[in-house]
């Protein structure tokens, strides 16, 4: 049997199970295509709350991912160029900071950063278009696990109404996803206008990422454009603020990284980046 023939198998099993899974949605009616399929499949996924799943479907599923990353293209740090090689720069940390233009969830690195929300347990809205939604679908049902399984010893120690604060960090598994962990971060929402204090909050989301990296031996990581998509921080001073914290902080830490990549996913940032670095 060829692999996409086990890639079609392992959809179909997948559907019907977490269609079982689901209760409500028990009785979905899914199309023919496979992109129907795939539609349907992340759906259910990405409203499941977090609870125990047998573990022979845990299974198929991974295999499902682990094969569906592959077929992406993992893409490895040794791919990777860094600033120096690749556009010349003789900024001081040139040969350890990189731009790299594409999606997050093919980088076989040590960590991705994710830009969540309060609530850490990934985005519910069916096949959202936010990076919260993209890695959670990537990964596989275990990261909400996760997550949930972190945010619920938080709740024991601070309270029931616990939420994750603006600018730390949480690390979790990787899973699925070609890297080996997902980095937490809730940035700060801008609402009417910029604040200093919500520039604070972005730094700090950046210092709490590289801090929990540093404590965890992660050496390679790589930031998304946190706060620029939902949470309408303005993404000129966003870069602006990922580049002077990464660069301040690789001053005392320079040791502790092999590469800190800047993730970015539409070309008005990567010009940005490229300017700035």
Not at 245 to 271: G, M, P, Y
């Amino acid at each position: 049997m060829g692999q996409l023939q086990e890639q079609e198998q392992r959809l179909d099993y997948l559907i019907e199970k977490f269609k079982e899974d689901s209760g409500e949605y028990r009785n979905l009616e899914v199309g023919d295509t496979e992109a129907e399929k795939r539609i349907a499949l992340r759906s259910l996924m990405n409203i499941r709350m977090p609870k125990s799943m047998n573990d022979e479907i845990v299974r198929v599923q991974d295999e499902f991912l682990q094969t569906d990353a592959e077929e992406k293209g993992i893409v490895k740090l040794a791919d990777i160029l860094t600033i120096k090689e690749q556009y010349g720069s003789t900024q001081p940390f040139g040969d350890q900071i990189s731009i790299w233009q594409g999606d997050i969830t093919r980088l076989g690195i040590d960590a991705i950063v994710n830009a969540a929300n309060s609530q850490m347990l990934g985005c519910f809205v069916p096949c959202h278009k936010c990076i919260d939604n993209a890695i959670h679908s990537a990964a596989g049902i275990e990261l909400r696990a996760e997550c949930n399984h972190q945010m619920n010893q938080k709740k024991m120690r601070y309270g029931s109404r616990y939420e994750e604060p603006t600018g730390q960090a949480m690390l979790t598994k990787g899973y699925n996803l070609p890297a080996k962990y997902v980095l937490h971060t809730v940035g700060p929402i801008v609402g009417y206008q910029l604040t200093d204090a919500l520039r604070q909050d972005l730094k700090n989301c950046y210092e709490s990422v590289l801090n929990c990296c540093i404590e965890n031996g992660v050496r390679s990581v790589a930031f998304c454009c946190i706060s620029t998509g939902e949470f309408h921080f303005p993404n000129d001073e966003a870069a602006k603020i990922a580049v002077e914290t990464v660069n301040s902080f690789l001053e005392n830490h320079r040791k502790d990284f092999d590469r800190v990549i800047f993730n970015v996913f539409k070309d008005a940032d990567r010009d940005l980046y490229e300017k700035l670095l």
